[in-house]
Each structure stands twice: as C-alpha cells, then as structure tokens.
C-alpha cells in the first residue's frame, strides 16, 4: 500500500513541476520580443496573419501563421504556418511548418513541409536569451520547386534541347542532354530530404530534387550568423551522376564553381566552341552567377 502511495505522491509532485516549468517558459515568452529580435538579427520584416495562441492542457500548444519578407537577401516566405507542441507527460515534443510560397531569385518553392521532433523546452532553459535556438533538432522536409526563366532564357533552352536530340538520335549516350536542358525549363520538380539545425548552422547531405529522369542531390550547411553557404549540388540522370556544382560564400552573390572532371564536360569536347559556350551561359543565367 505505501508504494502506491508513493507512487501517488511521485505522480503528483512531477505534475507539479512540469506545470511549473511549462508557467515560467510562458511567462518568460515575450512575442514581441521574439519577433524583434529576429527582425532585427536577419534583417526581415514578419507579418502576423494569425497572432501566437497558447494551450497548456492537455498539451503545451503555440500556434501561429506568418508572412515574412527579408529584403536584403530578396527572399519572401507566404503564409508560413508554425505549429509547435509538447505532450505534457512525455518527450519529444512536434514541430511542424507549413510554407505556401518561397520566392528567392528565379527559384519559387510551394507547399513545403517541414516537421521534426524536438525538445523546445530543454533548447529554451538551454538558451533563454536566443529565442530561435528553440527550433534546434532534425526535420523532414518535403515540396515542390520550378525554376522560372526568362524568354531569353527559354529560347536558348529550345535551341539547345534540339541540338542534343539530334545529336543523340546518332550516339548512345548513358544520359541526354536534352533532357538536362528540358528540365530548366519551366518544369515542377519535387524535391525530399532531412535537414538539421544546430544553433546558426544548418546542414544536410541528403535533399533530393527529382525532375523527370533527372535528380539533384544537395550536400552542404548554411551559416544564418554570417549569411554563408557551403554546398554541392550533384546532377544525376538515370541514376548516374554527370555534374558537381560547388556553391560556396555570401548568399547574396555566392561563387559557383563546375567541376570540369564531369562527365558532362567530358562529353561536350566535340569541338564545337559555341555550343559550349551557350550552355556555360545557360547555367550561369538559371543560377544568376551575375546578379
């Protein structure tokens, strides 16, 4: 009887501190504190759709819906959904967000999904003062991404995309050009992966975006402190990989660098100058390298 009654009496004193941890971490929470900080650490200007809502019972629930603009990296997140949640008696708790739209550059990304299993309240007590490092822990992210081009832009894929058909009708080839240069065109692709956040750094080594027989892999981490990238995009067809593409520095104007041992270079030594020159052009105009 009395290991019941200690049991009893260990159930409620744990209940006791878990609501109070859960009353500090609330009334320690400041939204616009939170919202400033960011503001003003990343240069972004946020848009609440729908303000902050807080459940405590049955679990620890924030709720929020955001638009977001960062001017300096002309980057604009649309209808960001935040849904964060901790089952009172058990860990891990849930982060999921949903984003509508990213627009950044040529690139626009819809329907993304991002959601991991965190524990935010140990990443607060962790850093009470750096509101964003709740958000630390691994996440699955899934959607869509098109690369929007310009009528420049389509008419050298056309042009191109017609050389290498004919070409290949000749030559078997173990991947086509055509279809790399059909892909750029304004064509959904859909891409999956883990990404993981660690304070300001963000990395992953396995984002896939697929696109007809084509697919990207991206490996790399991206410093949100100093606004650094560090990544390799690995282009694959049929399973074979064809391409590296290092993308390394400023977000805003970052240097991008072909790797020339690719078997995509090897295969485009056919001597014919002006074909490699448009499709170097091509490349460095779909990834902005001038902007």
Known sequence: ??????????????????????????INFNEEDL??????????????????????????NVISRLDIEDQQNKIVYENVNIDLSQPIFY??????IKVEKILFNNLSLDNINISGKINYIKNYFNNPNNYENIFDGEYNINGNIILQT????????SFLKLFFEKLENNKNYDYAFSKLIDAFGNERSNFTGIIRKDKNIIFTNDILINNQSNSILIEGKFDTDN???????????????????????????????FDQNSIFFENLKSGNNIIEENILKLLNSLLRIND
Do not use: A, C, H, R
């Open 35 to 60: 919202i400033k900080n960011i503001e003003d650490k990343y240069n972004i200007e946020v848009v609440e759709d729908i303000p902050f809502e807080f459940n405590i019972f049955p679990k620890l």
């Open 150 to 157: 310009t009528n420049e832009d389509k008419l050298l894929i």
């Open 1 to 26: 009887m009395s290991i019941l009654k200690n049991f009893i009496l260990f159930s409620i004193i744990t209940l006791i501190i878990i609501y109070v941890l859960i009353y500090i971490f609330i």
């Open 227 to 257: 606004d650094y990238l560090d990544s390799v995009l690995k282009l694959s067809q049929n399973n074979k990989e064809y391409l590296n593409v290092i993308i390394k520095g400023n977000i805003q104007q970052p240097e991008i660098i």
């Open 91 to 96: 860990y891990p708790g849930k982060l999921q």
